[in-house]
């Protein structure tokens, strides 16, 4: 019977258990054993008890629960070779030649890595003792296939990643909450919300509560940008709004990459136009709680894809990514994706800016 492993990677993102279930639920549905790698890649490094079978039971009440019941981690010895030397001997003890692994860009080039070096790997272990040739023998080729878990929305070849749209659902929910209170007052309030490399967030949060001004990490604003904000808000004001809402993404810079803080935009909010301004951090409220549907059903539907892949995967094929686009899910060489993405083409804001901005210019042009 073949063995398929399981592991989360990276930060955790809602929707990361429903993956997990629909993986061991496939797999075993498929006549294979399921097996659950706990902490990421730490668990793979240290094996033993992390690395467990998993039944159809284990899985049962997973789909709704936020975070990664199976842990995740940011793991610097698997970036190393003796931490990936130690991952391979445990996957061969187990009998694991085929791993599916959820989590961000970095956590999947991880995983291709280590499966190009996987025959390597494995010659390795058996010049230094620590295994015997019979037992690499029937596993010579490492199949892996990506499921990618993100709250940020920032790989390319995919038109959400596990996790986005929860994440954005709880951003909107805290921005409403923020309105009424601002409403209030009269205030205005700079929200910053997560994405450091990718505005997708702050952008969609931006379109879908309505925000005055949004800054994110793709587009830094033209030098004069206070000037600008402050026009568009003034205006904004003049209309009779009694709120004003600024979006900041974490990684948010301006044209020559000095970081655009909410402490900064506070200041010139209040000194220039003499707004009484709060800021609220979001911080881990985005990341946490429990995935919304549109999370369940993807991770749901690409965890199926996943196993598929798994099964028909040649000792030629490239480690595919499991992507959606246009509301249908399929296979990306996952290298591709990775590459593109750290190229610099995940500024998925970047595509959708403009439609934004008209949207906003438009509004408030009627
Ligand atoms: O990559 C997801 C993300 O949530 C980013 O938006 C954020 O910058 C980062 O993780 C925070 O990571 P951590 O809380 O794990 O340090």
Request: aromatic share 6%; hydrophobic share 40%.
């Amino acid at each position: 019977k073949k063995r398929i492993g399981v592991m989360t990677s990276g930060g955790d993102a809602p929707g990361m258990n429903a993956a997990v279930r629909a993986v061991v639920r496939m797999t075993i549905a498929r006549g294979c054993e399921s097996y659950a790698i706990y902490e990421g890649y730490t668990g793979l490094v240290k094996g033993g008890n992390f690395i467990r079978k998993m039944s159809w039971e284990d899985v049962r009440g997973w789909l709704s629960e936020g975070g990664t019941l199976i842990g995740t981690a940011r793991c610097k010895e698997f970036r190393e070779r003796p931490g990936r030397l130690a991952g391979a001997k445990n996957l061969i003890l187990n009998g694991i030649d085929a791993l599916i692994i959820c989590g961000g860009d970095g956590s999947l080039t991880g995983a291709d890595i280590f499966r190009r070096e996987w025959p390597n790997l494995l010659e390795e272990l058996v010049k230094t003792g620590e295994l015997q040739r019979e037992q690499i023998e029937p596993y010579m080729h490492l199949n892996i296939a990506g499921l990618v878990g993100s709250i940020d929305n920032d790989m390319t070849g995919t038109d959400a990643t596990i996790g986005c749209y929860s994440s954005l659902t709880r951003i909107c929910q805290a921005v409403d909450y923020i309105d009424a209170t601002a409403y209030s007052h009269s205030r205005a309030f700079v929200v910053e919300v997560m994405g450091r490399h990718c505005g997708w967030l702050a952008l969609m949060a931006g379109v879908s509560t309505g925000a005055d001004f949004v800054f994110l990490p793709e587009k830094p604003p033209a030098s004069d940008w206070e000037d600008d904000m402050c026009a568009i808000i003034s205006k904004h004001r003049g209309m009779g709004k009694r709120k004003t809402i600024v979006i900041v993404a974490e990684g948010a810079t301006d044209a020559d990459l000095n970081p655009i803080t909410a402490s900064y935009v506070k200041d010139v909010l209040s000194g220039k136009l003499h707004l009484d301004t709060r800021i609220t951090t979001l911080g881990h409220v985005q990341r946490g709680g429990t995935a919304c549907a549109y999370d369940r059903m993807l991770a749901t539907l690409q965890g199926v894809e996943a196993v598929d892949a798994i099964l028909e995967a040649t000792p030629e094929t490239p480690s595919p990514v499991i992507v959606v686009n246009e509301n249908k899910i399929s296979r990306k060489p996952l290298m591709e994706a990775v590459e593109q993405t750290q190229a610099g083409a995940a500024c998925i804001a970047r595509k959708d800016f403009e439609g934004a901005m008209k949207l906003r210019d438009r509004e408030f042009e009627e």
